[in-house]
């Protein structure tokens, strides 16, 4: 009876679904296991081994081996850097780069000739690990994303002056390019509407004594029909739509004072680190300028498993705007500004003078400012506890009367009976 038994479950598919399953994922695990251990390392035409490096652009590779030391093994892990350039090598790249840079930045226009709408301003050549960072002569009719400023811009166009400096490692080139930007195309409709609303201007100064504006009978050539736009009284209506928009813009607006209150909440609570950091850096040597670089790009690398945090995005954002051409100190005093906490214009402040005098004394007044930083943040802490004892208290009322509601009702009526 067992072996019927054995037999009538193998029969069943669900049996042999499952053992399909197993066996196929056996045979990849074979497969996938022999692979990855038959690799063997390369070696050179001198008998040494060697492992082979990413291509320029690629970044770093990191690998996995065994060194075998007598009798004993260990397993390392290995970091090889990516390919790296020759000094004539970089030179020829850098040359090629600018060369194809213009074509690159062109974005929806044809040359730089002619310029109508945004370049894109790329801060990365592909597949060489240059960078580029722009600086414009003309910034009120583009930024440095590209973008274009329409009513500062001319009909018959202007000028721009862009210098792209290309960076790799420590070495540098700048290259220069022009471009004649216009105002964007208008459509049709866009063209008729300025060449009336010209026409109406014109005619008003004309009649500016008279007790009526004359609505010209033709505009650039062709006859106008003028009358009155539709009335729109009927969409009183949505007044009482309009009742419940505002309800939701209250709760809106309640959310967003609540959000701004977690930021700057969160900003004092990371202030001290930042000065801490800051301070660290200062210590050992480094310039202003690098100390704010090593706290945000050691942000922007963690960013992604720890969150964003407002203090530090504002360093990133300050940070951007240095190597985008912007003066420093005036970068240090803005990201106070845009922090809008007393302590971060303190510090910013603090920055800024100290570029203008000299960064003596700077360690003191850091660890000054760390100091009452740090007290606080205790209170602060303190302040939150306190804070949250006070909102406990809420649900433990609400679990008291359901203790009671279990105790006393059966008791009533146990009572009644």
């Known amino acids: 009876m067992g072996w019927k038994l054995v037999k009538k479950k193998m029969k069943d598919p669900v049996y042999i679904k499952s053992g399909i399953a197993v066996a196929v994922s056996a045979v990849c695990f074979t497969g996938v296991f022999l692979w990855d251990n038959a690799k063997e390392i390369e070696k050179n035409e001198s008998g040494q081994k060697i492992l082979q490096r990413n291509q320029h652009g690629q970044g770093d590779s990191s690998v996995q081996i065994r060194a075998e030391v007598g009798e004993e093994k260990e397993d390392i892990s290995v970091t090889v850097s990516e390919q790296a350039y020759t000094e004539e090598e970089l030179e020829a790249v850098f040359q090629e780069a600018s060369v194809i840079l213009e074509d690159m930045i062109l974005g929806e226009n044809k040359s730089l000739d002619e310029i109508r709408t945004g370049l894109s301003l790329i801060q990365e050549i592909p597949d060489t690990g240059i960078s580029v960072s722009w600086e414009l002569d003309r910034y009120d009719v583009m930024d440095l994303q590209g973008n274009l400023i329409p009513e500062k811009i001319p009909e018959d166009g202007t000028m721009v002056k862009l210098s792209a400096s290309l960076l790799y490692e420590d070495k540098k080139a700048v290259y220069e390019f022009y471009a004649r930007v ?14 009336l609303e010209e026409g109406l201007i014109e005619s008003d100064e004309v009649t500016r004594t008279e007790e009526y504006l004359v609505l010209p009978d033709q505009i650039g050539g062709e006859p106008v029909e003028w009358d009155y736009a539709e009335d729109t009284r009927a969409f009183g209506i949505l007044i009482l739509g309009a009742g419940c928009a505002a309800m939701i813009c209250v709760s809106e607006k309640q959310s967003v004072k609540k959000e701004e209150k977690r930021r700057i909440r969160e900003m004092k609570l990371d202030y001290p680190q930042i000065i801490n950091k800051f301070n660290l850096y200062i210590s050992a040597g480094m310039t ?21 945090r407002a203090a530090y995005e504002e360093m990133v954002y300050t940070m951007h705007e240095i ?30 003078q100290n570029l203008r005098k000299g960064s003596r004394g700077i360690t003191e007044l850091l660890s000054r400012e760390a100091e009452e930083a740090f007290e606080d943040r205790k209170n602060l802490a303190k302040k939150l506890g306190e804070e949250a004892g006070t909102k406990m208290m809420i649900p433990m009322f609400i679990m008291l009367a ?9 008791a009533f009526f146990s009572i009644q009976i």
């Open 323 to 352: 190597q985008g051409g912007a003066p420093e100190g005036e970068c240090y005093e803005k990201y106070g500004i845009r922090c809008g906490i007393s302590g971060y214009r303190k510090f910013g402040t603090m920055l800024s």
């Open 288 to 308: 202003i300028r690098r100390a704010w670089f090593c706290i945000a790009g050691d942000y922007e690398k963690k960013r992604k498993n720890f969150g964003t």
């Open 402 to 410: 359901v203790v009671f509601i279990i105790v006393i009702v059966p």
């Open 182 to 195: 216009y105002p964007p195309l208008r459509s049709s409709s866009e063209r008729m509407r300025k060449k």
